[in-house]
Nanobody, 123 residues
Framework: QVQLVESGGGTVQAGDSLRLSCAAS????????IGWFRQTPGAAREFVAT????????YYGDNVKGRFAVSRDVAKNTVYLQMASLRSEDTAVYYC????????????????WGRGTQVTVSS
């Protein structure tokens, strides 16, 4: 079992950048593909990005492709989501998840979830 903790959220202006972190407080973090999802009130979770367990494969949702980049630091047991050129529509709670298949983009493919971090982009 792995416990995930997201951090780095906040309020920024449109066009700004922000970096989110997903760290494991317990468990074999390096054994898992890690996914990022986001959710706005009343909506389903939306796939953002995923990275394979050794970091050699990444996959992005169409809404963030070219603006967001996912990476992982195995030594620090942390996965990062670097977000650039932020837009108001990127406002959401961002979650990281573990236990999905390589390149998994569906919420139901992931077993472990963090509690999320709020990102608010003001225009």
């Amino acid at each position: 079992q792995v416990q995930l903790v997201e951090s780095g959220g906040g309020t920024v202006q449109a066009g700004d950048s922000l970096r989110l972190s997903c760290a494991a407080s317990r468990g074999a973090f390096s054994s898992y593909t890690i996914g990022w999802f986001r959710q706005t009130p009343g909506a389903a979770r939306e796939f953002v990005a995923t990275i394979t367990r050794n970091g050699d494969g990444v996959y992005y949702g169409d809404n963030v492709k070219g603006r967001f980049a996912v990476s992982r630091d195995v030594a620090k047991n942390t996965v990062y989501l670097q977000m650039a050129s932020l837009r108001s529509e990127d406002t959401a709670v961002y979650y990281c998840a573990a236990g999905g298949p390589p390149y998994g983009a569906r919420e139901d493919e992931y077993r472990y979830w963090g509690r999320g971090t709020q990102v608010t982009v003001s225009s």
